[in-house]
């Protein structure tokens, strides 16, 4: 049984939703949370009743970066051993869509891990930040590269740069987040959104995650050719046949996953 983070089977067809559950640390990410977390996401990455999954920590905090307290005694040689990232390696694999569910502190790792989701909903209260600048480092989960591709030079270097927390309204319009909810409802809006999601086909989804990650980190040209690749691919899924089907018949599709 996992001890820092709290598993929701069907919270909403073929949706599942992972809590991080260290309120009294404002969800600090440390090593055996980080470790439940990537187990826990790679689980239902192959479960078949799984199509998207929420991820959230509770209203006051999403997660208040990596554990300090962990971390603080740690000499370079700890921290090359302990190679914490490996982990966050694993999770930028998981396949299926996850949506981030963010009221309160996101900040450092906590930022770094909705960065590391597929979409961001927050709540009025949610406070995006980089502060590692105020401890003596900088982010080692991401920061730097996913939050200055995420709102530009300016922005991510100001963050970086100063630990500046940003207001949810500031991520919205930077377009790090997709929107901003009132706080009693930021789970159920990420749940809503990952519904939606969740009712396409799961073949598809999968794919079309992969391609547009794929932007980050190929040329156009390698990009438009792996995205042609899965686009071709689809035409072998039965889900493509369901689906212009049901168009062309002017009903709902439905779809299987194969
Ligand atoms: N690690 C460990 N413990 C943390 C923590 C963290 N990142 N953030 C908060 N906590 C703990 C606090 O130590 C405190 O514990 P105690 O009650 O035992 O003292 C508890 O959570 C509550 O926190 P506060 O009393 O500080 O709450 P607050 O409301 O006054 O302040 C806050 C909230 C502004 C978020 C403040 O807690 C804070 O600045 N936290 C640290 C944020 C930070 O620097 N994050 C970056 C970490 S480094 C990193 O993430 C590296 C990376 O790239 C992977």
Known sequence: MPQFIIIHQQVAPYV????????????????????ELRDALKQLDADDQVRAI????????????????????????DMY????????????????????????????????????CDMIVASETARFGQPEIKLGVIPGAGGTQRL???????????????????????????????????????????????SEVASMSPIAIKMAKEAVLKAFDSTLDEGLQFERKNFYLLFAS???????????EKRAPEFKGH
């Open 81 to 116: 051993n302990i190679d914490q990232f490996s982990t966050w390696d694993t999770i930028k694999k998981i396949k299926k869509p996850i949506i981030a569910a963010v009221s309160g502190f996101a900040l450092g790792g906590g930022c770094e891990l909705t960065m590391l």
């Open 54 to 77: 929420v991820l959230s920590g509770n209203e006051k905090a999403f997660a208040a970066g990596a554990d300090i307290k962990q971390m603080a005694g740690k000499t370079a040689i």
């Open 148 to 194: 200055t591709r995420a709102v530009g030079k300016a922005l991510a270097m100001e963050m970086v740069l100063t630990g500046r927390f940003i207001t949810a309204r500031e991520a919205h319009q930077a377009g790090l987040i997709n929107r901003i909810v009132p706080t009693e409802l930021f789970l159920a809006e990420a749940i809503k959104l990952a």
């Open 16 to 35: 599942a939703h992972i809590q991080l559950n260290r309120p009294k640390e404002l969800n600090a990410l440390n090593l055996e949370l980080m470790g």
């Open 238 to 248: 039965e889900d493509q046949k369901e689906g212009m089907q049901a168009f062309m």
